[in-house]
């Protein structure tokens, strides 16, 4: 298979260019460029030839309608690499990245202008395995981006472009993807040097195992159940054991010894092995074998005057667009979702903490026990009046009453002319009855209280207004609310007749304020009742 080279970035700009005058030209030169390295990106994050031709077949037909939208031309392939991998990651991500393990790795680089000469490299048996066990240790999206950067060259511009980061994100993945790697194939490379020497040293270390077996099998003394005596040999420590344990799956992780290094300085696959590096082994990696038929497929779709309407459906299954013309990928926010993320969060932490301090502020912390929620909706406690003489004693707090509810008896008190044994008493008095030395006057009629509106609306505002009115007579009335929500400029008060009465209407709220309804009741002389419905909105600050 020929090697890729890597396109210059004026041709990206004429291909954008030929693609936005509708050049057929173009788009064959831009599946040219393009499309062997696509189908070498789709497979390995696939692992499906079929699926990676339809993802290639997809990526171009969408280039065709879309790909000139973008901001920035010189940014095509990037587009494409962004474009391939959404249909890859809405298929499924992958763990391990795919490889053909019955492939041969090439002599030549996958990419012409990192190619490396003069090296001799080990059996493609042995590079299959170093590969497949250091990129075992990375996890999925450190293995995308060491593809993306050592094996196709995505510059960290191109990569964040195609990723859907910033070129400083893009650059520190790029960076910490090397490190793991690195450490991930020298860990490798280790545990095959290991196996190696202990491999050469196994033949003659089995037979002197052996025969020292046989030697003290013969001569040991037969002890007791319980008597002390120098412990059996170890036959499978040491090297034969450590290839015995790494044939059969174990792992080998132990530091290089001295003997381990002075083998792998004289041993000819362990020094060829030694000098794979991260970056050539990705890049002399099988590469698939591009369906010749999968052209004619793409250049077909892309021109046929009839298939203008499966252009448009393949286009819409592509996904939305970044604000600079890119894909968007699934598993990344864009900067929108981003900044509502952030300020939802800040929101949501508004609340919580607004919540906390109408709890600790809130009326249930005077009584013996907290309530929640703190804005107790049940019906507060009616405004009464004091009759004049209740007013004259000092008020109702040394007030008792009277069995049958009646008026309240006072002590008698010795009159001046009686002796201290001669005791009188002073007889009840009713408040409504007559006094003798005072004209009588018939009750003046009370009138019928009016409420308006029966119905208070407060969506963007928290202020509103009642007036009340007295018909047919003065009329004497008292309010309460149903919420602590509520506050009325007013709670009690009196009409004369045909008079009128304005009162504000206040909703308080915390930093947040949340939905809700309410009720004020309005109780006039006669006890008769008058309800407002209140609802509001919700409100900030």
């Known amino acids: 298979m020929p090697r890729l080279s890597t396109s210059a ?77 959404r249909r890859c990651v809405r298929r499924g991500r992958p763990k391990a990245l795919f490889w053909d393990r019955e492939a041969e790795f ?52 191109r ?105 792998a300085a004289d041993c000819l696959a362990c020094l060829r092995r030694g000098r794979v590096s991260p970056d050539a082994l990705l890049r002399r990696a099988p590469a698939p074998v591009l369906p010749a038929a999968l052209r004619h497929r793409v250049m077909h ?42 300020t939802g969060g800040g929101m949501a932490g508004a609340l919580v903490a607004a919540l906390v301090a109408a709890f600790v502020m809130g009326p249930g912390i005077g009584s013996g026990t907290l309530s929640w929620p703190p804005f107790r909706t049940g019906p507060q406690p009616s405004i009464t009046h004091e009759s004049p003489q209740e007013r004259g004693s000092g008020g109702g707090g040394n007030r008792s009453p009277v069995p049958g509810g009646g008026p309240q008896a006072r002590p008698a008190q010795p009159s001046p002319g009686l002796r201290p044994d001669q005791k009188t008493t002073v007889q009840p008095t009713d408040p409504s009855s007559p006094s003798p030395t005072q004209p009588t006057r018939p009750p003046e009629k009370t009138g019928v209280l009016v409420v308006n509106p029966a119905k208070v609306e407060m969506y963007g505002t928290k202020t509103a207004h009642v007036s009340l009115a007295a018909e047919s007579g003065p009329v004497s009335w008292t309010a309460m609310t149903s919420s602590n929500q509520l506050i009325l400029s007013e709670t009690q008060g009196g009409i004369s007749k045909g008079g009128t009465m304005d009162l504000t209407l206040t909703l308080r709220t915390a930093l947040i304020g949340l939905p809700g309804q309410g009720t004020l009741t309005f109780t006039d002389s006669e006890g008769a009742t008058h309800q407002v419905k209140v609802v509001w909105g919700a409100t900030l600050l």
């Open 159 to 263: 990569l964040g472009a195609a990723l859907g980061l910033s070129p400083r994100r893009a650059a520190v993945r790029v960076r910490n993807a090397r490190a793991e790697l690195e450490t991930a194939l020298r860990d490798v490379v280790l545990a095959a040097d290991r196996a190696c020497a202990a491999a050469e040293e196994a033949p003659a270390e089995a037979d002197a195992a052996d025969a020292g077996v046989a030697v003290l099998a013969a001569g040991a003394p037969v002890r007791e159940a319980g008597e002390a005596g120098p412990p059996a040999p170890a036959v499978r420590q040491g090297p034969a054991g450590r290839v015995l344990r790494m044939l059969r799956g174990g792992g080998d992780d132990s530091p290089a010894d001295p003997e381990t290094e002075r083998h």
């Open 301 to 342: 779709t892309a021109t046929d005057p009839e298939l203008a309407g499966y252009r448009a459906d393949i286009a819409a299954r592509g996904g939305p667009l970044t604000p600079s013309g890119l894909p968007s990928q699934p598993d990344v926010p864009s900067p929108f979702t981003r900044r509502w993320l952030f």
């Open 106 to 157: 090439a002599d030549a680089p996958f990419l012409a202008e990192t190619d490396d000469l003069g090296l001799e490299w080990p059996p493609s048996e042995e590079m299959h395995r170093l590969l497949r066990d250091a990129m075992a240790r990375l996890e999925p999206v450190d293995q995308e981006v060491a593809l993306l950067a050592f094996r196709h060259g995505l510059r960290p511009a």
């Open 9 to 85: 970035r004026s041709a990206d700009h004429k291909l954008v260019k030929g693609l936005n005058e509708g050049d057929e030209a173009a788009f064959a030169a831009l599946y040219d460029e393009y499309a062997e390295r696509l189908y070498d990106y789709a497979l390995s994050m696939s692992g499906d030839a079929k699926a990676a031709a339809d993802i290639v077949h997809d990526t171009f037909i969408d280039a065709c309608r879309r790909a000139p939208r973008m901001r920035d031309h010189l940014h095509l392939g990037a587009w494409l690499y962004g474009a391939a991998r």
